[in-house]
T-cell receptor, first 114, second 111 residues
Framework: AQSVAQPEDQVNVAEGNPLTVKCTYS??????LFWYVQYPNRGLQFLLK??????LVKGSYGFEAEFNKSQTSFHLKKPSALVSDSALYFCAVRDGAGTYKYIFGTGTRLKVLA | DGGITQSPKYLFRKEGQNVTLSCEQN?????MYWYRQDPGQGLRLIYY???????QKGDIAEGYSVSREKKESFPLTVTSAQKNPTAFYLCASRQSGDTQYFGPGTRLTVL
């Protein structure tokens, strides 16, 4: 069965420092991986996705993610965090069986400290 | 939040009452989804629809019903059979590729 794990409930980072939000996955077949961000009482905003190709994927707002097949990971990164990056981040994987169902992680709250 | 609207933003339900949450999209997307979000549990799939007049149960469909009579609309009814409906409900649509786009959400509270 497909699954996504976000091992950290919260990540704290100082403004200007690099940030990493971790995600590991389990899926049959080729993984289709996504990152979304959610601000309070709002819907989810798409950040980036990995379908195929380069292992380093660049997305919105300066975020990028590194796909690592051997470690089944898809960690979200940003070289220099902003206070405005503080939000809830979700990793998701698409069902590889063609049903177009998506499995979401439990979310990681990122807090960037000024 | 793109071209997906959800209404109302806040909804209050009394015990034993059915309520309907609206989701409309003007993105011309074929597929639409309903998720429930609870603190610490991420998003859980309630129902999804790949095409008009067709929909499938997700992981937590009990106590919910949907219809898909028009491409742009996918309303969700929370019935009295749903014993713990207080949550944040998110609607999404998907383009022909893989990316889902989400509406702003409806917060449902049982009084």
């Amino acid at each position: 069965a497909q699954s996504v794990a976000q091992p950290e409930d919260q990540v704290n980072v100082a403004e200007g420092n690099p940030l990493t939000v971790k995600c590991t996955y389990s899926v049959s077949g080729n993984p289709y991986l996504f990152w979304y961000v959610q601000y309070p009482n709002r819907g989810l905003q798409f950040l980036l996705k990995y379908i195929t190709g380069d292992n380093l994927v660049k997305g919105s707002y300066g975020f990028e993610a590194e796909f690592n097949k051997s470690q089944t990971s898809f960690h979200l990164k940003k070289p220099s965090a902003l206070v405005s990056d503080s939000a809830l981040y979700f990793c998701a994987v698409r069902d590889g069986a063609g049903t177009y169902k998506y499995i979401f992680g439990t979310g990681t709250r990122l807090k960037v400290l000024a | 939040d793109g071209g997906i609207t959800q209404s109302p933003k806040y909804l209050f339900r009394k015990e034993g009452q059915n309520v309907t949450l609206s989701c409309e999209q003007n993105l011309n997307h074929d597929a639409m989804y309903w998720y429930r979000q609870d603190p610490g549990q991420g998003l859980r799939l309630i129902y999804y629809s790949q095409i008009v007049n067709d929909f499938q149960k997700g992981d937590i469909a009990e106590g919910y019903s949907v219809s898909r009579e028009k491409k742009e609309s996918f309303p969700l009814t929370v019935t009295s059979a749903q014993k713990n409906p207080t949550a944040f409900y998110l609607c999404a649509s998907r383009q022909s590729g893989d990316t889902q786009y989400f509406g702003p959400g409806t917060r449902l509270t049982v009084l």
